[in-house]
């Protein structure tokens, strides 16, 4: 082991310095894991009712104070942390109540409807919302005030009020588009016409998701642009005589994508849960909309297989920022 002469201490070896970080960052993660896996068992408990009472309040089945407590006490039961616990560990997310079907299979057969919608909105926006924000803020002029400007006004345009003026104005109005559903029901399609009818169904959330979502990156990479063409390197790669399209984007843009990933990835993580509100409008069939009925019918191993399916997405989307940010920026190093 080295000494260091100026502080007379010792160095540690580089070996050594990256087991302590990594172990560091293994044991931060685990515990940020076991502190979620908690929140999803008290979370969902915290919401007044119960499913008894959900089930049964507007049911034409009238239960005696008897049965009603019997009920409640059978479920009560079956919700207790160490069985959840029992079921985190063997990945056995349990039944539903609402819905008489395991919860896995409930999750996975929305998960692809919310990935498709969320996850194909939300990579056109932050393309498309990256570059025009890279070429508002390196031609500069009136383009680039009109564009922050409306994407000013589309960034505090809540996405209720652009899913139910579509709906208004291109289903019901106009009948261009379904209102509602993922896909005509029981229609017997072949492959293509089936993808084209899902597609149909898709257009107004998708539209809408795009809108929310491109204000943002826009507004994003312009300004981290707008900062990164005052570098001082970006004069060395003009004076190297590089055309103006590598200076734009192999030197400037790249600098300027950190933020517009960084936004990526946590919008990423929260797209399971956050087009909750479109999803619903459009009656479409993802993620969102399987935890608004489970919150509705007060279904508890539904509500707790969502929340921490999609807070366990947030911290693995997090650790894959952290490893891809050292790939993009050099400068990030880990801390001791």
Known sequence: MKT?????????PDYRLFSMRYRSRVATYLLAALILIL??????????????????????VVLTQEEEAGLKASYAKKEGLGTYLLAVVSLDWGFSYAFSAPVSSLIFAALPWTLFL??????????????????????????????????????GTPEIATGVGFLLIFALYLG????????????????LHRGLNILHHTALPFFTLLIAYLPGNFLLARASMVVTLKAPFLRTARAKGL???RVRYSHAARNA??????????????????????????AYPGLGTLLFKSIALRDLPLIQAIVLFSSLMVLTVNMVLEILYRQLDPRVQDEA
């Open 118 to 155: 969320v996850g194909g909105a939300h990579l056109i926006a932050t393309l498309v919302g990256f570059i025009a924000g890279v070429e508002a803020a390196w031609r500069r002029g009136l383009w680039e005030k009109v564009g922050v400007g409306l994407m000013t006004f589309l960034e």
């Open 257 to 282: 994508l950190l933020p517009v990933m960084t936004r990526f990835g946590l919008r990423f993580a929260f797209l399971l849960t956050g087009a909750l509100v479109v999803e619903t409008i459009y």
């Open 176 to 191: 261009w588009f379904p209102a509602s559903g993922g896909q005509t029901a029981y229609a017997d399609y072949g492959l």
């Open 4 to 12: 260091n002469l100026l502080h007379d201490k010792p160095e540690i």
């Open 243 to 245: 055309p103006p399209i």
């Open 39 to 60: 929140l999803g068992y008290y979370l969902p408990r915290l919401l007044p009712g119960d499913f008894v009472t959900a089930m049964y309040s507007d049911s034409p």
